[in-house]
């Protein structure tokens, strides 16, 4: 069997996206009796690896040059078979460097911005197939598209979503992390429209939040207002708990950050309306709208007041859109992106 090592960091600014879907992998690995280690940076990306039963070496903070030499002292340590990275601001230096320490090095892309001289470039995103790749050498293999989505996998086999034909409920999530507190500006929008004056608001409280007070003082003013965690044990009464696929199943309408979350909404067969927070959301989140998956509401910093209400008052008067989305969305994943990989790589 194989010792594999994934680096990939979560935590505020950068969010969860890379750690979760690297933990879909990771199980398939520990399940087939290979080892696993992740390398990794954030204290809040740390946490969640950890809570999964995963071995996580910590990395310093120290300039990418200086990383590169730390990842190839672990590889030698623990006899590394196989580097799975996934995190941005790499370089083709940064592979070419590591790869003759592995019998594989595999990269986890989202843009193709660099050459990747690597042995695996997996982009499991509907909009890999627009971004131009081609092989770095005769020797390399891409997984490209949905059908190397890496979902957690909570998410597989979902039953097919009832559309009701009036929403009671509305999940808004940013992620792990609020570091634009936009739930509670999308909130004072949303809870002063008396259009939505009967919808309940039921919001995803991701462990790196900082305005979690905030939040707590607002639902005590409105009794329609609901926190929930993803998290067994918090140290709130107030946040309820709740895995992620029951709260996006059980809610009927979505507001979401751009990025992994949007396939999750899509395996529930949950209309979305998305916002981006980061210039990697932007093509993704374009064009899921562009296909008719999800509704683009824009840039987070530029969100308009009128575009946020009348943009969920059209889904909440669309039946027939909303199912046609919940459809579509149920076909795009099929939860088994991390098996493919597996299979590919060993």
């Not at 986890?108 to 092989?135: C, F, H, R």
């Not at 824009?298 to 059209?314: P, S």
Request: overall charge negative; aromatic content about 8%.
């Amino acid at each position: 069997m194989s010792n594999m090592a994934i680096r990939a960091d979560g935590g505020a600014g950068i969010g969860m996206g890379h750690v979760m879907r690297c933990l879909s992998l990771a199980r398939i690995f520990k399940e087939r009796g290979h080892e696993v280690y992740f390398f990794s940076k954030l204290s809040a990306g740390i946490d969640v690896i950890e809570s999964q039963g995963f071995l996580v070496v910590r990395l310093d903070h120290s300039a990418l040059e200086n990383e590169v030499s730390a990842i190839i002292e672990l590889l030698k340590e623990h006899k590394i078979d196989i580097l799975i990275v996934d995190r941005y601001n790499v370089s083709g230096n940064y592979f070419i460097s590591l790869r003759q320490y592995v019998d594989k090095l595999v990269y986890i892309d989202d843009e193709n911005k660099i050459d990747m001289p690597v042995d695996v470039v997996i982009n499991g995103n509907l909009t890999a197939e627009y971004l131009g790749y081609s092989m770095y050498d005769d020797t390399q293999i891409l997984l490209l598209g949905p059908n190397y989505n890496l979902i957690r996998d909570e998410f597989k086999d979902m039953p097919a979503r009832i559309i009701k034909k009036n929403i009671e409920s509305v999940m808004i999530t940013t992620g792990g992390s609020d570091s634009f507190n936009l739930i509670k500006k999308l909130l004072e929008v949303l809870l002063k429209a008396d259009r939505f004056s009967n919808l309940q608001f039921n919001i995803l409280v991701g462990n790196g939040f900082t305005n979690v007070a905030e939040l707590i003082e607002l639902s005590k003013i409105h009794t329609r207002l609901r926190l929930f965690s993803n998290q067994s044990v918090n140290i709130y009464t107030e946040i309820r708990y709740s895995s992620v696929v029951d709260l996006m199943f059980t809610s009927d309408v979505a507001i979401s950050a751009g990025g992994s979350t949007l396939y999750e909404l899509a395996a529930c067969g949950t209309p979305a309306m998305a916002f981006i927070l980061a210039e990697n959301q932007r093509f993704l989140v374009e064009k899921m709208s562009e296909l008719g998956y999800v509704v683009n509401l824009g840039w987070h910093n530029e969100l308009d007041e009128k575009v946020v209400v009348d943009g969920l008052q059209l889904l909440m008067n669309d039946y027939k859109r909303r199912m046609e989305m919940s459809r579509k969305g149920q076909r795009l994943v099929d939860t088994r992106g991390a098996e493919r990989i597996a299979r590919v790589l060993t």
